[in-house]
Nanobody, 115 residues
Framework: QVQLVESGGGLVQPGGSLRLSCVLS????????VDWHRQAPGKQRELVAT???????TYADSVKGRFTISRDNAKNTVTLQMNSLKPEDTAVYYC?????????WGQGTQVTVSS
């Protein structure tokens, strides 16, 4: 069974940093396109950053210059380094992986930016 497990969420003050990690098990990680999404209360889920297996990394305009996505195929892991966090970054963050017709979502991790 293919699974994604996120970790690293929490409460941070505005201007602070958090690092989210996502580990894929049960399949061959390098084959997957992987991205992070987030969903704030009362809002639709939105794409934050994507790191495809063979294409360029992309970011939502709202996080460019503050967030960095990276992947380590040897460790089956994708990370999202979040700096200069703002209250509007508060959301549940989800890891998502896609390969051909197979899609997998993690359970989500809460990020709260508040003083």
């Amino acid at each position: 069974q293919v699974q994604l497990v996120e970790s690293g969420g929490g409460l941070v003050q505005p201007g602070g940093s958090l690092r989210l990690s996502c580990v894929l098990s049960g399949s061959i990680f390098w084959q997957y396109d992987v991205d992070w999404h987030r969903q704030a209360p009362g809002k639709q889920r939105e794409l934050v950053a994507t790191v495809p297996k063979g294409a360029s990394i992309t970011y939502a305009d709202s996080v460019k210059g503050r967030f960095t996505i990276s992947r380590d195929n040897a460790k089956n892991t994708v990370t999202l380094q979040m700096n200069s966090l703002k209250p509007e970054d508060t959301a549940v963050y989800y890891c998502h992986a896609r390969w051909l017709s197979l899609e997998v979502w993690g359970q989500g991790t809460q990020v709260t930016v508040s003083s």
